[in-house]
C-alpha cells in the first residue's frame, strides 16, 4: 500500500467484542485513525479468552490492532461530554462514530447532532430493535445448525467461526464508507444501524436458501459434502485429510484424470443414464462418487497425494490443525500474517486486512494497552491542560493503564 | 434509505459464484449501478443449486440482485474491447472493475489503464498468486473444520454456511469504497487485490486464533459450547432445541434466576473453589453447568421457556430450521427479507442489504434475466447503433436473453 486511501479519516469506537471492534480495525487497516473508548476498567470483552500465558487476552489483543485507546467512564456526565467531544471533533474526516451500547449508556445522534450536524453514526445492534443478540443465538435462529454436521443425526451443529460477527463488522465498514464517500459530496451525515440477525437473515438469503427453503422445506445436514455439486473431504494412507472439490467440468476432468476413475464413470454414466458433467448429477452420485475416488486416496501418503493433484489441476485443500495453518503462515514472507510485538504478551503471530494495496499488504500493528493514549488524546484532540487531565483522573472520569489496573 | 449513497457509483463486474457477486450486489443495494458481464451462455454459476421448480438458479437470483446484466463473449477480441470500453466509461462514479478471472480472460489493469488512468480495479482470487481456492478448501485449510462439532469425534466438520466467501465480498466492498473516498479527494485510482485465503487466515487471526494455536496447540472441538465462557444448547419437553449464552455476569445471574438454580451453583462454588462470576470459571465447568440446567429446559415446551426466559432477560435463542425462519422473515413488514417478482422464477422471498439507512431498508429488487440489458448498455453506454449491435449479435460477440438460451 503506498499511501492509506483512509488517512483522512478519524473514526471513534465505542464497542465491544467481535463486529464493532473489527469493523473499527478494518477502517484502521485501510490508514483511518480509531479511537476506541472503553471505562476505564475495560469493556466486557477486556479479558475474553484466548488468552496468553501472560493472562492478557489474545482476542482483544488481535480485535484492536493499531487503534489508540482512550478510556473513559461515559457512564458519568462529565465523561459522557468527553466522549461527544471527541465524537464531534471538527475536521472533515470527523464526525463518524461508531458504537453498540444500549440503554442509558448510548449516545444518541441527536445529542451528537447538535454539535455537528454532518455525524455519521452506525449502531451495531443484536436485532434491529434493540433486543440483544449473538453470533450463536443469530445463526440457531436462522437454521444453520440444523443443515450442519453428519447426516441423519437430527442435532444441531454450531459453527465455531462467528461468521456473522465478521461479516457484520465489514458490512458495518461498508455503511461507514458508503456514507463518507456521499458526505464528501453533499456534507452530509447519515444514521446507520446494522443488526446481526439482520446479517445473517440477509446471508443466507444472498445464497437463495429463505427461497428454497420455502419452496422445497428445510435442507437435511449432509456432511462434508458440497451442496449442488460434488466436493468430499478423503482420509490419505498417513491419516492426513484432503478436501475435494470439482464445481466445473474441467475441475471433474482432472479428477477421473488423476484417480483413473475415468472408465469406471464412463460405465456408471452408461448404466444409470446419467451425464456426470453436470453438477447436479455429481451432486446426486455424491456417495457413490466418493466411494469409487475413495481407495486412490487411502492408498496413498500426503506427500503422494499432494503431487498428483498440484500436477493434475485438481481444485483441492489440505485440513490443517490450526496450528499447522499459524505455523506455515508465519513461515511465509508474503502471508498477511506477521509478528509483532505485543505490550503485555510479547511476540505475536498477528494479521491484517486481506486488500492487498498495489501488490503488498500493510504489516499489522499491534493492539494499544488499555488507556495508553488517554492522556495524550485529551491533551491534543480536547486541549485540556495537565491539570485538568489529572482532576478527571483523580475523579475516576477518565483512566490511565496504571491505574485502571489498580483500580 | 433517502438518497441511496452511493448513486454517483458505475461498477462493472466481471465476477461469478458468491464473492464477487455479492461485492457487486452490496454496493448495488447502496445505489450503485452495477453492470454484471457474462460470457453469452452464462457463467459457471449461472445453474448453480439450490434451483427454482422452473429450474432458474435460487442462488443466481439471490446474488445478482438490482444489478443489469450484460452478456458478451470476453474471449474474443471484440467482446474483450467492449469490456474494456465498460470497464473505463468516462465519469467521475465510473472506472470502478471487479473481476475473478485469471488465465487468458483476464483484463489487465495495464490495458485498463491505457484508457483511463484512474481505474480502481479489484481482482478477487483465491490464493493471492493466482492459484485457485474455493470457501470448501480454504476453510479446511485454516484449521476450522477441526475445531468444530462434537467433542472427541476427532473428524472434520466443514462449515454449511460459505462464510469466506461472504466475508470475502464484503472487504471486496469496503477496499473499493476506501479507494473511492481516496480516488475523490486525490483523483488517483487503485490497484486492489484480495484472495479467498487470506481472507480465512486474517478472520482466524483477528479472533487471536493463530497466536493461540502457537501457543496452546490447536483447540480440540468441543460441540456445541461457547468458546472461554457458558453458552450451549437444551432440548425442551416439545422436542424444540435452545442456545443459551452466559457471557456477562448479568446474563448468568438471569440464568441462575430464571432456572432456580442459584442455591447450587452458590454451593458448587463452595465446593470447588470457585467463581462462577468469572468467564473463564463457567466455560471449565461448562459440562456440570449444564448438567445443572438441562432438567428445567427439558421439563417445559418452547413457550412456556420463551416466556420466562424473555421475561428474566436471559440471552438466548432458539434453533429454528431454515423454512421456519424464512416464513417468520416473510411474515415480519420489518425485516430485511421481502418477496419480489423475479423474472423465470415467481414471487421469491430476497433479502437486502442489512445496513439501515436513517432508520430504514431499502427494499431487494429482483435479479435480471441473463442478458436482459446488453442491447440497452451497448446503445447507451457505448452510443452502438440498432446495426452495429445485430451484427454483434449476428457474430457471437455479445448475447440477449432469446439468443442465449437458443444458443
Redesign the interface.
Known amino acids: 500500500m503506498t499511501?492509506p486511501?483512509?488517512s483522512?479519516?478519524r473514526v471513534l469506537e465505542c464497542a465491544t467484542f467481535?463486529a464493532g471492534p473489527?469493523c473499527g480495525?478494518?477502517l484502521g487497516q485501510?490508514?483511518a485513525e480509531v479511537l476506541r473508548v472503553d471505562l476505564p476498567q475495560g469493556g466486557?470483552d477486556h479479558?475474553?479468552?484466548?488468552?496468553?500465558?501472560s493472562g492478557a487476552?489474545?482476542?482483544?489483543?488481535?480485535?484492536n490492532k493499531g487503534k489508540r485507546s482512550v478510556t473513559i467512564d461515559y457512564r458519568l456526565p462529565a465523561g459522557r461530554e468527553l466522549v461527544v467531544e471527541l465524537a464531534t471533533r471538527p475536521g472533515a474526516g470527523s464526525g463518524v462514530f461508531v458504537d453498540n451500547l444500549v440503554g442509558r449508556s448510548a449516545l444518541t445522534r441527536a445529542e451528537l447532532l447538535e454539535r455537528r450536524s454532518d455525524m455519521i453514526t452506525m449502531r451495531i445492534l443484536g436485532f434491529?430493535d434493540g433486543r440483544?443478540?449473538?453470533d450463536?443465538?443469530?445463526n440457531?435462529?436462522?437454521?444453520?445448525?440444523?443443515?450442519?454436521?453428519?447426516a441423519g443425526s437430527g442435532e444441531?451443529?454450531?459453527?465455531?467461526?462467528?461468521?456473522w460477527d465478521?461479516?457484520?463488522g465489514?458490512?458495518?465498514?461498508?455503511?461507514l464508507?458508503?456514507?463518507?464517500?456521499?458526505r464528501?459530496?453533499?456534507g452530509e451525515g447519515?444514521?446507520?444501524?446494522?443488526?446481526l440477525a439482520?446479517?445473517a437473515?440477509?446471508?443466507?438469503?444472498?445464497?437463495?436458501?429463505?427461497?428454497?427453503?420455502?419452496?422445497?422445506?428445510?435442507?437435511a445436514?449432509h456432511?462434508?459434502h458440497?451442496?449442488?455439486?460434488f466436493?468430499t473431504?478423503f482420509a490419505t494412507s498417513d491419516g492426513e485429510?484432503?478436501?475435494i472439490?470439482a464445481?466445473?467440468q474441467g475441475q471433474w476432468q482432472a479428477l477421473c484424470d488423476v484417480t483413473g476413475t475415468g472408465a469406471v464413470f464412463d460405465a456408471l454414466e452408461s448404466a444409470l443414464g446419467t451425464d456426470l458433467r453436470e453438477?447436479?448429477a455429481r451432486?446426486e452420485l455424491r456417495e457413490t462418487i466418493g466411494s469409487i475416488l475413495r481407495p486412490w486416496f487411502s492408498a496413498r501418503p500426503i506427500a503422494e497425494v499432494r503431487e498428483d493433484l498440484d500436477r493434475a489441476r485438481v481444485?483441492?485443500?489440505?485440513?490443517?490443525?490450526?496450528?499447522?495453518?499459524?505455523?506455515l503462515?508465519?513461515q511465509d514472507a508474503?502471508?498477511?500474517?506477521s509478528e509483532v510485538e505485543q505490550p503485555g504478551?510479547g511476540r505475536?503471530?498477528?494479521?491484517?486486512?486481506?486488500?492487498?494495496?498495489?501488490?503488498g499488504t500493510s504489516a499489522?500493528a499491534p493492539a494499544p494497552v488499555l488507556g495508553a493514549d488517554t492522556e495524550q488524546v485529551l491533551a491534543e484532540e480536547l486541549g485540556l491542560s495537565g491539570a485538568e487531565i489529572g482532576a478527571l483522573l483523580q475523579r475516576g472520569v477518565v483512566g490511565v493503564p496504571g491505574r485502571a489496573e489498580a483500580s
Open positions: 499511501t486511501p483512509l483522512h479519516l467481535v473489527s480495525m478494518t485501510l490508514g466486557s479479558q475474553r479468552w484466548p488468552l496468553a500465558t487476552s489474545l482476542y482483544w489483543a488481535n480485535l434491529p440483544p443478540a449473538v450463536y443465538t443469530v440457531a435462529a436462522v437454521g444453520v445448525p440444523y443443515m450442519t454436521g453428519l444441531p451443529v454450531n459453527h465455531v467461526l462467528p461468521a465478521l461479516l457484520t465489514a458490512m458495518a465498514a461498508v455503511g464508507l458508503a456514507a463518507v464517500t456521499q464528501q459530496q453533499t447519515a444514521d446507520l444501524q446494522i443488526a439482520d446479517v437473515l440477509s446471508g443466507v438469503g444472498a445464497l437463495g436458501w429463505l427461497a428454497e427453503a420455502l419452496q422445497d422445506g428445510p435442507r445436514a456432511g462434508n458440497v451442496f449442488g455439486s466436493g473431504d485429510r484432503v478436501m472439490v464445481l466445473t453438477e447436479s451432486y481444485l483441492w485443500g489440505p485440513y490443517r490443525t490450526m496450528s499447522d495453518a499459524a505455523a503462515a508465519r508474503t502471508s498477511v500474517a504478551i505475536m503471530l498477528a494479521t491484517t486486512i486481506p486488500v492487498r494495496w498495489n501488490g499489522p
